[in-house]
């Protein structure tokens, strides 16, 4: 087992002036799944091929428990690595394509045997799959071959790149389920890189969120969705997004829409601190109900009704800003009681109300 540091790590690639990974500060406990997820070009894979020793670090170190790997080769770091397109080798058997690394160690034959049968129980993997070539398995059944290949390597470190990326909608829901719970039976270090922010609250113990090589935020799944440290964060967690708009302050709050959201005078004070007269304020639409005209709120005409069965999501444009353009909001509602496409409902934050600053975007608490 290992903890494994980032310690100030940056990249930067030849020719560009701005780091792919920018001062990573990171420590990941022993056998903790943290996830690093992010937009397209965030430095999450970047960072995970950092560790792997697949990319040279500019500044800064990494560190596998009190080692410094930083110029150590990839093959000298005990780390595994599953990666996006399975890189099995098309010519050997399940069973070969397991033992590969194995054999390139000169690890004994009955070793060898014993590993990779121990690793296809944990897969659910039968002895007749092990014979396959990779041409003859599925998309799921190659992935798991991936996975049994890093598992009976017995590393200090799992590293997966997007590992369910190639798979279906319905598979890939099973398949983290499956891997989260394989490794919490082995108890290795993991980090796991993906785009998919409900694949990243599923499935880590904790979740790091990247932009532009920066870390903005690392914490459990349910902080960050409770107590986002920025407005990114706030919007990129979370599914469908935040309501997150910037609006007017006034003496008693925000102005979104003709509807005052009531802030504390801490927040207000934060907001104009620079001297400014804005404020950006998010609702999840979870944390919105519709109410009648009567009872106040903020106008929305509605666009789209999205009917999912066990929830409805009503999407709608609104005026928020006196002189702007209207602008998009979605709500979550119960199924059956939705408004008609073209009609005006009144919303209102019945839940948490996030504020941010205007210009930083951090939370003002």
Known sequence: MATVTYAKASRIYPGNNRPAVNQLDLQIADGEFLVLVGPSGCGKSTSLRMLA???????????????????????????????????????????????????????????????????ARLLDMDEALLSRKPKALSGGQRQR??????????????????????????????????????????????????????????MGDRVAVLLDGVLQQVDSPRNLYDTPANAFVAGFIGSPAMNIRTVRLTEGGADVGGYTVPLTRE????????????????????????????????????????ELGSDAFVHGHAALTAGADRESLVVRTRPGTTPRIGETVYLRPSGTVHVFHATSGNRLS
């Open 145 to 202: 071959v991936a996975m049994g290949r890093a598992i009976v390597r017995e590393p200090q470190v799992f590293l997966m790149d997007e590992p369910l990326s190639n798979l279906d909608a319905k598979l890939r829901v099973q398949t983290r389920a499956q891997i989260a719970a394989l490794q919490k039976r082995l108890q290795v270090t993991t980090v796991y890189v993906t785009h998919d922010q409900v694949e990243a609250m599923t």
């Open 267 to 306: 927040q207000v004070a934060g907001a104009r601190a620079d001297g400014a007269s804005t404020v950006t304020i998010g609702f999840r639409p979870e944390h919105t109900d519709i109410v009648s005209a009567g009872e106040g709120g903020i106008p929305m005409v509605v666009e789209l009704v999205e």
């Open 53 to 119: 020793g697949l990319e040279e670090i500019d500044e800064g170190a990494i560190y596998i428990n009190d080692q410094d790997v930083t110029n150590v080769p990839p093959k000298n770091r005990d780390i595994a690595m599953v990666f996006q397109n399975y890189a099995l080798y098309p010519h050997m058997t399940v069973y070969e394509n397991m033992a590969f690394a194995l054999k390139l160690r000169r690890t004994p034959k009955p070793e060898i045997d014993r590993r990779v049968k121990e690793a």
